[in-house]
């Protein structure tokens, strides 16, 4: 890895090439859409079993793409191959309902594919939402013209490479680059049916805006702000382990990221005393490395805007109990790496800035709480609603308090498991629609209703 250092240049699409992607996109379709569940199963079968087999290869370009540790680049990877092999199971499946209308008329549905759909990609997990989003995509008969992050140009053009090797019709996953102009230019195409989009929530409005222009529907898949409960019944072991992981994984660069942890005030001393101690152990480097556990920031202007926030907590009163500083390893390749060591804030209060606004970054922010109902109106009091998580050995306490959350996807005594089979998207600000399970196939198909009569028709006239 080159840390600091251009790794490639990727030209820009511009408004031609654009149209260029969509219009190979729009052939394609015509073949792909026309084809059985089943063809489409064997296609999407074949890419997961070259994405499987090509792991570690598409897992080590993931880790130059973004930085994030090659442990953590080979999950994303195995959660991909399953969402493509996930959806071309549903493929052959996806299927209308037949309706018994009096006199031996009848009705029947259709789902039917919408066109040419755009997905436009976050850095953070640059394959993985490439997968995400054409995984139902091209299960429902659809084309796709994925843009991933400027940031991130490389692994998704691999995912390009390995659906055109196995056998899906040319141009129906097209790649282009760029940024927000090639982006506006997808948006506002005449041709595009959808979009979906992971990212923040400004560009999620943008967005919003743009489609409804063309009344074009969207999934917006925006940012967190996400609490992560624990009880004083928990186990505290559990419980560490389940902090670090809503608040380190990606290198805290992830959206559905439990970084408000409020503690039970009992436990609070105990819990955060053994946060600290697990936090200073994780090892920060080169991310190519077996055991190293936090990789690096994606760029400079992110590094900066992290430790701005950081700064920000110390002023207005919070504690930072370890990390926050920048990291420069030992070896002298990685001496311009964008490094930083994982942050644990005390004395945090609900208005600071660092528990309102999504820092994108390795920081948590711990705070205390007394009741199970106070606990709940504080989690609550956010623009943001994409996730939350409990800890508590209390079955019926653990159900009742999610229950309470205005959150889309909730963790009991876990936090941060993506399966492919389970829906993922977001209350409020944090968006609609949703990625994975069987509901993804709700947003990238259209219901049509066919009416037959089977007698003579009833007029009035």
Known sequence: TCPGRVLCKVPSSGEKEVDLAVQSAKAAFKIWSQMSGMER?????????????????????????????????????????????????????????????????????????????????????????????????????????????????????????????????????????????????????????????????????????????????????????????IFSDADLENAVKGALMANFLTQGEVCCNGTRVFVERKILDTFTKEVVKRTQTIKVGDPLLEDTRMGALINRPHLNRVQGFIKQAKEQGAQVLCGGDLYVPDDPKLKNGFYMRPCVLGNCKDDMTCVKEEIFGPVMAILPFDTEEEVVERANATKFGLAGGVFTRDIQKAHRVVAALKAGMCFINNYNVSPVELPFGGYKSSGFGRENGRAAIEYYSQLKTVCVEMGDVESVF
């Open 41 to 229: 199963c064997r296609v999407m079968l074949e890419a997961a079993r070259i994405i499987r087999e090509q792991r570690e290869e598409i897992a080590t370009m993931e880790t130059i793409n973004n930085g994030k540790s090659i442990i953590e680049a080979r999950v994303d990877i195995d959660i991909s191959w399953q969402c493509l092999e996930y959806y071309a199971g549903l493929a052959g499946s996806l299927a209308g309902e037949h309706i018994q209308l009096p006199g031996g008329s009848f009705g029947y549905t259709r789902r039917e594919p919408l066109g040419v759909c755009v997905g436009i990609g976050a850095w953070n997990y640059p394959f993985q939402i490439a997968c995400w989003k054409s995984g139902p995509a091209l299960a429902c008969g659809n084309a796709m013209v994925f843009k991933p992050s400027p940031f991130t140009p490389i692994s998704v053009v691999r995912l390009a490479e390995i659906f055109t090797e196995a056998g899906v019709p040319k141009g129906l996953f097209n790649v282009v680059q760029g940024g927000a102009a090639t982006g506006q230019f997808l948006c506002q195409h005449p041709d595009v049916a959808k979009i979906s989009f992971t990212g923040s929530v400004p560009t999620g409005m943008k967005i919003m805006e743009m489609a409804a222009k063309g009344i074009k529907p969207v999934t917006l898949e925006l940012g967190g702000k996400s609490p992560l409960i």
